[in-house]
């Protein structure tokens, strides 16, 4: 089934604040591998530059998809989120995302595409801080795959 | 911002170190509590299975993290990354044993931008096959 164009430039009311916590992002790192100071050492990133530890490049993805998903099971739209696979990520970013922000998400649809069979959604991210200043920008591309016999 | 590499002593095509990162099921089902991602693809055969995958595969935004870490290893400061983005061309295959997957990353410099800015082109790959495509961050360099 064809999506709704009408969807394209649709912008959804910013999510909730997430805040993000210094553990948290030691965990992330520790789930990756990766043990640059940055990520757990308070005076490590301060050495950087930073305000206190930041996040490695992928983390703020957790907080962006949960806002494409509450976009992509609006009922309205009709996308089969179980076919559902992820086509391609860009971040672009003001900032590194770092402990003590307080994040709110704005998702726009930029795109609804059928190839086919497959329904190709791009939804775009604005990552705004507590003081309403940008930190990231996120843009993810879904793949609702084509189901079978169709 | 407060990287050790400078602009000028970079030219296109210098290569970055490579590296070479092991996944294994403990390494997916640790990704999916810190990222909060429990698709049952990631950590469930019989699901994987049944969904028309050859196996467990490990999240595309795992093999992200990872591939983009020759890039911070390089450069020092993470935040020095301003710009970063992949095409998932092909999962990664991580089988139930001790050995799992690797992931192999290398990249080189592929253009020179302006405001010390340089473009880094990433391949990885798992099996000798490319995992990510049109990977590509932008660092911003002293």
């Known amino acids: 089934m064809a999506l709704d164009q009408s969807f394209v430039g649709r912008t959804y009311p910013p999510t909730e604040p997430y805040e993000v916590g210094r553990e948290k992002i030691r965990e992330f790192a520790e789930a990756v591998g990766d043990g640059n100071p940055a990520y757990a050492d308070p005076d490590a990133a301060k050495a950087l530059g930073h305000h206190d530890v930041i996040a490695p490049p992928t983390f703020v993805f957790a907080i962006t998809f949960k806002a494409a998903r509450d976009v992509i099971a609006d009922p309205q739209l009709g996308l089969d989120y179980s076919r559902v696979v992820h086509g391609d990520q860009k971040f672009a970013y003001t900032r590194p995302v770092r402990a003590g922000d307080r994040l709110t998400v704005t998702s726009t649809i930029e795109g609804i595409k059928s190839m086919a069979g497959n329904d190709i959604l791009d939804v775009r991210g604005e990552v705004h801080d507590e003081a309403g200043a940008h930190v990231v920008t996120a843009w993810t591309k879904l793949v609702a795959r084509a189901a079978e016999g169709e | ?142």
């Open chain 2, 1 to 142: 911002m407060a990287t050790q590499i400078a602009y000028k002593d970079v030219e296109i095509g210098t290569e970055l170190p490579a590296a070479v990162f092991p996944v294994t099921r403990d390494t997916l089902v640790r990704y999916a509590g810190a990222s909060g991602d429990f698709n049952p693809i990631h950590w469930n055969e019989k699901f994987a299975l049944e969904v028309g995958l050859p196996d467990v595969i490990a999240h595309g935004m795992f093999t992200m993290a990872e591939a983009v870490r020759v890039v911070t290893d390089w450069v020092g400061d993470p935040g020095a990354v301003v710009e970063y983005g992949v095409r998932f061309t092909r999962p990664v295959v991580v089988p139930n044993d001790d050995k799992g997957a690797v992931i192999e990353v290398s990249a080189k410099i592929g253009d020179k931008l302006d405001d010390n800015r340089v473009r880094v082109d990433l391949t990885a790959t798992s099996e000798g096959k490319k995992v990510l495509g049109m990977s590509r961050a932008v660092v911003q360099l002293a």
